[in-house]
C-alpha cells in the first residue's frame, strides 16, 4: 500500500497557524451592488431589441470560430472561410425554418380528419368510466352555460313591439393592391430585417475577431494579460464544446425519434424529428414539449390506444439513452453548470427576452460562470451557478460534522476513497476537518456540547469506515493491490507526489490515545484504523486515561508502542509529561507524539530534535509519518534522568551578641 507524502514543508507551517494564515490570505469577495446589478438587469430588459441580436451573433461566433479556423488551416483566405461558413450555416436554418413551414400546413390541412377518432376516445373514456365524473361534470357545467346565454340572448318580441327582421350586410373590402401588399409584407419585415442584421454582425464579428479581443483586453484586462486571455479562451471554449456538441446530440437523438415515427405510421414524422431536434436546446422542457404534440397526434390518427404506448415508448427509451450514454459520452458536465442552475438561468432569460432567451439561457449562463470563475468582483457567478466544489474537501467534511451529521460526510468520505486510499482520505481531509475544530475551540466558538457533537461525529465516522478499512486489509492479490495503487495514485504521481511504502504490522501491538480532548481521541481513532489495515494489533484509550492517576492503570504489558495525538501544537510539555510517565510504567515501551499538522510533514532534523527534548521514540506530523513510526522496529529509547534541581539553602541567621558583651 503506498501514500503519498509532500516534502519540504517546515515544521512550523502546517497545523492550526497554517490554517488560520490560509484563512486570512484569501482576500474578501467584494460584491457588485444591488443597484449595479439591477441597472444591469433593467438595461437588458428594456434594450432587448439591441442586445438580443447582439447576443445571438456572439454565439453563433462562438460556434463558427472553430469551423472558419479549420477552413483557414487548409489554405482558404479568411474572407472566403467567414463566408462559406455564415452562408452555409444560414442555409442550413433557412431550409430548417422551410421544411417546418410545409410540414405545419401540410399538418392543419389533415386536422379534420382526426376529429372522429378523438370523439371516439373520448367516448370509450366517458363509457368505461375512467375520467367519467370529470367529463360529466364538465358537460354538465358547459350545457348549464350555454342554456343561460341562450335564455339571455334570445328574448321573446313584446306585442306593442313589432318584431324586427335581420337585414342582410355585405362588407365590401376596398382595399388598394398596395395596402394588401403592406399587410403580406409587413409581418415578415422584422424577422428578415433581424435575420439579416445578425448575420451582417456574424460576418463582422468572424472577420475582426481578433481586433475585438485585443481592444475588449484593452478596455477590461490590460493591467493582467494573463487572466484576460485566459477568460477569453476559456469562454470560447465552453459555449463552442457546449453548441458543436448539443447540436450532435440532437441530432443523434432526433434522427431515430423521426425513423420511429415513421414506422409507427405518425403522420408528419419529419416534422416531429425537427422539432425534436431544436426543442432539446430548451434543458429540461424541451424534450417534453417535442414528445407532448406526436403524442396528441398519436391519439388522434388511430381509434386504439396502441399507438398512444408505442409513441411514448419511443420517446422514453431515446431520452434514457441519449442523457445516461450519448451525453455523459459527448461532453459530459463540461458546460461547467449546476442542474439547479441550469433552471434558474432558463427561468431568468426566458422572463428577460422570452422564448429566445430561454433556448440562449444556457451559453449565455456559461459566459458568466465564466466570468466569475476569472474575475474576482465576479467571483459570486461561480459559486452560485457553477457545479465545481465550493467548499474544500476537508471543511466540507468539518461542516457535515458540525452539522451533527455522519452519514453524509460517511457518504463524502467514500466518494474520496474510491480514488484514495484510507490513510490518505484521514491524513488529507480528516485530520484537516479536525483541526478547524481544534481551531474553533482555541477561537472560544466552539463550546464543550459542540465539541463533543463533532468528536461523537468522528467516531461514528470511523465506526462507518470499517468495511471500507476491511477491504482494504484484505486485498492480497498483488496484481490486484497493484492496479489499485497505480488507480489511486495517479493523481498524486500527476503533482510529483512521492509514494512511501507502509510497513506491515503483523506481530505488533499499538496503543492509540488522544492528548487532551475529544477530538485528539477522535484522531487517535483514525490512525488506530489506519494501523489496524496495516495488520497490527490496536488499543485505544481516551484523553481521560493518560491523567497522572488513570495511567498506571493502562494495560501496557502486551503493548508494543504507545501513540499519544495532540491537535494543539502548543502541547509539548504535556506531551513530555506523558512519555516519562509511560516510560516509568514500562521501561521497554516505546513512546511517539504525533502533532498533528495540514500537511502532514516536517523536517526530519527538527521532528528528531524535538522527539530527543521531550525524550519520545518518534515525533510525528501527519498519518503517515505516524504509522512509519508505530511500526518500527527500532528499540526503544530510554528514559533520561531528570535534572536536578538546585536547591537554594537560606544563610543561617546570625547569632546576636548578649547585651552585656556589646557594652
Same mark, same amino acid.
Request: contains cysteine.
Given at each position: 500500500?503506498?501514500?503519498?507524502?509532500?516534502?519540504?514543508?517546515?515544521?512550523?507551517?502546517?497545523?492550526?497557524?497554517?490554517?488560520?494564515?490560509?484563512?486570512?490570505?484569501?482576500?474578501?469577495?467584494?460584491?457588485?451592488?444591488?443597484?449595479?446589478?439591477?441597472?444591469?438587469?433593467?438595461?437588458?430588459?428594456?434594450?432587448?431589441?439591441?442586445?438580443?441580436?447582439?447576443?445571438?451573433?456572439?454565439?453563433?461566433?462562438?460556434?463558427?470560430?472553430?469551423?472558419?479556423?479549420?477552413?483557414?488551416?487548409?489554405?482558404?483566405?479568411?474572407?472566403?472561410?467567414?463566408?462559406?461558413?455564415?452562408?452555409?450555416?444560414?442555409?442550413?436554418?433557412?431550409?430548417?425554418?422551410?421544411?417546418?413551414?410545409?410540414?405545419?400546413?401540410?399538418?392543419?390541412?389533415?386536422?379534420?380528419?382526426?376529429?372522429?377518432?378523438?370523439?371516439?376516445?373520448?367516448?370509450?373514456?366517458?363509457?368505461?368510466?375512467?375520467?367519467?365524473?370529470?367529463?360529466?361534470?364538465?358537460?354538465?357545467?358547459?350545457?348549464?352555460?350555454?342554456?343561460?346565454?341562450?335564455?339571455?340572448?334570445?328574448?321573446?318580441?313584446?306585442?306593442?313591439?313589432?318584431?324586427?327582421?335581420?337585414?342582410?350586410?355585405?362588407?365590401?373590402?376596398?382595399?388598394?393592391?398596395?395596402?394588401?401588399?403592406?399587410?403580406?409584407?409587413?409581418?415578415?419585415?422584422?424577422?428578415?430585417?433581424?435575420?439579416?442584421?445578425?448575420?451582417?454582425?456574424?460576418?463582422?464579428?468572424?472577420?475582426?475577431?481578433?481586433?475585438?479581443?485585443?481592444?475588449?483586453?484593452?478596455?477590461?484586462?490590460?493591467?493582467?494579460?494573463?487572466?484576460?486571455?485566459?477568460?477569453?479562451?476559456?469562454?470560447?471554449?465552453?459555449?463552442?464544446?457546449?453548441?458543436?456538441?448539443?447540436?450532435?446530440?440532437?441530432?443523434?437523438?432526433?434522427?431515430?425519434?423521426?425513423?420511429?415515427?415513421?414506422?409507427?405510421?405518425?403522420?408528419?414524422?419529419?416534422?416531429?424529428?425537427?422539432?425534436?431536434?431544436?426543442?432539446?436546446?430548451?434543458?429540461?422542457?424541451?424534450? !417534453?414539449? *417535442?414528445?407532448?404534440? /406526436?403524442? +396528441?397526434?398519436? @391519439?388522434? &390518427?388511430?381509434? #386504439?390506444?396502441?399507438? %398512444? $404506448?408505442?409513441?411514448?415508448?419511443?420517446?422514453?427509451?431515446?431520452?434514457?439513452?441519449?442523457?445516461?450514454?450519448?451525453?455523459?459520452?459527448?461532453?459530459?458536465?463540461?458546460?461547467?453548470?449546476?442542474?439547479?442552475?441550469?433552471?434558474?438561468?432558463?427561468?431568468?432569460?426566458?422572463?428577460?427576452?422570452?422564448?429566445?432567451?430561454?433556448?440562449?439561457?444556457?451559453?449565455?449562463?456559461?459566459?458568466?460562470? !465564466?466570468? *466569475?470563475?476569472?474575475? /474576482?468582483? +465576479?467571483?459570486? @457567478?461561480? &459559486?452560485?451557478? #457553477?457545479?465545481?466544489? %465550493? $467548499?474544500?474537501?476537508?471543511?466540507?467534511?468539518?461542516?457535515?460534522?458540525?452539522?451533527?451529521?455522519?452519514?453524509?460526510?460517511?457518504?463524502?468520505?467514500?466518494?474520496?476513497?474510491?480514488?484514495?486510499?484510507?490513510?490518505?482520505?484521514?491524513?488529507?481531509?480528516?485530520?484537516?476537518?479536525?483541526?478547524?475544530?481544534?481551531?474553533?475551540?482555541?477561537?472560544?466558538?466552539?463550546?464543550?456540547?459542540?465539541?463533543?457533537?463533532?468528536?461523537?461525529?468522528?467516531?461514528?465516522?470511523?465506526?462507518?469506515?470499517?468495511?471500507?478499512?476491511?477491504?482494504?486489509?484484505?486485498?492480497?492479490?498483488?496484481?490486484?493491490?497493484?492496479?489499485?495503487?497505480?488507480?489511486?495514485?495517479?493523481?498524486?504521481?500527476?503533482?510529483?507526489?512521492?509514494?512511501?511504502?507502509?510497513?506491515?504490522?503483523?506481530?505488533?501491538?499499538?496503543?492509540?490515545?488522544?492528548?487532551?480532548?475529544?477530538?485528539?481521541?477522535?484522531?487517535?481513532?483514525?490512525?488506530?484504523?489506519?494501523?489496524?489495515?496495516?495488520?497490527?494489533?490496536?488499543?485505544?484509550?481516551?484523553?481521560?486515561?493518560?491523567?497522572?492517576?488513570?495511567?498506571?492503570?493502562?494495560?501496557?504489558?502486551?503493548?508494543?508502542?504507545?501513540?499519544?495525538?495532540?491537535?494543539?501544537?502548543?502541547?509539548?510539555?504535556?506531551?513530555?509529561?506523558?512519555?516519562?510517565?509511560?516510560?516509568?510504567?514500562?521501561?521497554?515501551?516505546?513512546?511517539?507524539?504525533?502533532?498533528?499538522?495540514?500537511?502532514?510533514?516536517?523536517?526530519?532534523?527538527?521532528?528528531?530534535?524535538?522527539?530527543?527534548?521531550?525524550?519520545?521514540?518518534?515525533?510525528?506530523?501527519?498519518?503517515?509519518?505516524?504509522?512509519?513510526?508505530?511500526?518500527?522496529?527500532?528499540?526503544?529509547?530510554?528514559?533520561?534522568?531528570?535534572?536536578?534541581?538546585?536547591?537554594?539553602?537560606?544563610?543561617?541567621?546570625?547569632?546576636?551578641?548578649?547585651?552585656?558583651?556589646?557594652?
Amino acid at each position: 500500500m503506498t501514500a503519498d507524502r509532500r516534502n519540504g514543508a517546515h515544521p512550523s507551517d502546517p497545523g492550526l497557524g497554517g490554517i488560520l494564515s490560509a484563512a486570512t490570505a484569501h482576500p474578501r469577495m467584494s460584491l457588485p451592488t444591488v443597484a449595479t446589478i439591477v441597472a444591469a438587469v433593467a438595461a437588458l430588459y428594456f434594450g432587448r431589441e439591441v442586445f438580443l441580436p447582439i447576443a445571438i451573433a456572439l454565439l453563433l461566433t462562438f460556434a463558427l470560430a472553430p469551423m472558419v479556423s479549420a477552413l483557414k488551416r487548409v489554405g482558404i483566405p479568411r474572407l472566403p472561410a467567414v463566408i462559406a461558413s455564415v452562408l452555409g450555416a444560414f442555409t442550413v436554418l433557412a431550409l430548417f425554418s422551410f421544411i417546418v413551414a410545409t410540414q405545419v400546413s401540410e399538418l392543419a390541412q389533415n386536422i379534420p380528419l382526426y376529429q372522429s377518432n378523438i370523439l371516439t376516445k373520448v367516448r370509450s373514456l366517458k363509457e368505461t368510466g375512467v375520467g367519467g365524473g370529470i367529463i360529466a361534470r364538465l358537460s354538465g357545467v358547459i350545457e348549464r352555460v350555454g342554456q343561460e346565454l341562450d335564455r339571455q340572448e334570445a328574448s321573446q318580441p313584446t306585442a306593442d313591439e313589432p318584431e324586427r327582421v335581420p337585414v342582410p350586410v355585405e362588407i365590401v373590402a376596398r382595399e388598394r393592391p398596395l395596402q394588401v401588399l403592406q399587410n403580406l409584407i409587413g409581418p415578415l419585415i422584422s424577422p428578415l430585417a433581424s435575420a439579416g442584421l445578425i448575420i451582417v454582425v456574424v460576418i463582422f464579428m468572424l472577420l475582426e475577431r481578433e481586433d475585438l479581443r485585443d481592444r475588449f483586453i484593452r478596455l477590461v484586462g490590460y493591467g493582467d494579460l494573463h487572466r484576460t486571455t485566459e477568460a477569453l479562451q476559456d469562454a470560447g471554449k465552453r459555449v463552442g464544446r457546449y453548441l458543436l456538441m448539443q447540436l450532435v446530440v440532437n441530432i443523434v437523438y432526433a434522427v431515430p425519434i423521426a425513423f420511429g415515427l415513421w414506422v409507427l405510421g405518425i403522420p408528419n414524422a419529419l416534422l416531429w424529428g425537427l422539432l425534436a431536434l431544436a426543442l432539446r436546446f430548451v434543458p429540461y422542457i424541451g424534450p !417534453v414539449i *417535442g414528445a407532448l404534440l /406526436p403524442l +396528441f397526434l398519436a @391519439l388522434a &390518427v388511430a381509434p #386504439g390506444w396502441s399507438l %398512444v $404506448l408505442w409513441t411514448a415508448g419511443l420517446f422514453v427509451v431515446m431520452e434514457m439513452i441519449t442523457g445516461n450514454v450519448v451525453e455523459p459520452w459527448l461532453y459530459g458536465s463540461r458546460t461547467g453548470l449546476s442542474p439547479l442552475a441550469i433552471i434558474v438561468a432558463a427561468i431568468f432569460w426566458t422572463w428577460l427576452w422570452g422564448p429566445l432567451g430561454l433556448v440562449l439561457s444556457t451559453p449565455l449562463t456559461v459566459c458568466l460562470v !465564466v466570468l *466569475g470563475r476569472h474575475v /474576482p468582483q +465576479f467571483e459570486f @457567478l461561480d &459559486v452560485l451557478f #457553477g457545479n465545481e466544489p %465550493v $467548499l474544500e474537501p476537508h471543511a466540507r467534511l468539518y461542516q457535515r460534522l458540525l452539522a451533527g451529521d455522519p452519514d453524509e460526510a460517511t457518504d463524502h468520505a467514500e466518494e474520496i476513497l474510491e480514488e484514495k486510499y484510507l490513510v490518505e482520505f484521514y491524513d488529507k481531509v480528516a485530520i484537516p476537518a479536525l483541526l478547524l475544530g481544534e481551531q474553533d475551540r482555541m477561537r472560544g466558538v466552539m463550546g464543550d456540547e459542540q465539541r463533543r457533537q463533532v468528536a461523537a461525529s468522528a467516531q461514528t465516522l470511523v465506526a462507518n469506515l470499517d468495511d471500507s478499512a476491511q477491504e482494504e486489509a484484505e486485498e492480497e492479490d498483488p496484481a490486484a493491490a497493484e492496479e489499485a495503487g497505480s488507480r489511486k495514485n495517479k493523481e498524486a504521481e500527476g503533482e510529483g507526489e512521492d509514494d512511501v511504502e507502509l510497513p506491515d504490522g503483523t506481530d505488533m501491538a499499538v496503543l492509540c490515545a488522544g492528548g487532551r480532548g475529544e477530538l485528539d481521541d477522535a484522531a487517535a481513532a483514525m490512525l488506530a484504523q489506519v494501523l489496524e489495515v496495516q495488520g497490527a494489533t490496536i488499543s485505544k484509550a481516551s484523553f481521560a486515561d493518560m491523567d497522572p492517576a488513570s495511567i498506571r492503570r493502562l494495560e501496557l504489558d502486551a503493548v508494543d508502542t504507545v501513540v499519544v495525538g495532540f491537535l494543539n501544537r502548543d502541547s509539548v510539555k504535556h506531551a513530555r509529561f506523558l512519555v516519562r510517565r509511560l516510560k516509568r510504567v514500562k521501561t521497554a515501551l516505546r513512546v511517539g507524539i504525533v502533532f498533528w499538522s495540514e500537511n502532514g510533514t516536517a523536517n526530519k532534523e527538527t521532528a528528531a530534535k524535538l522527539a530527543n527534548d521531550i525524550n519520545a521514540d518518534f515525533v510525528a506530523y501527519g498519518m503517515v509519518d505516524a504509522v512509519l513510526g508505530a511500526l518500527s522496529s527500532d528499540p526503544p529509547v530510554p528514559l533520561k534522568a531528570a535534572a536536578k534541581r538546585r536547591i537554594r539553602r537560606r544563610p543561617p541567621a546570625r547569632k546576636k551578641a548578649p547585651l552585656a558583651a556589646a557594652k
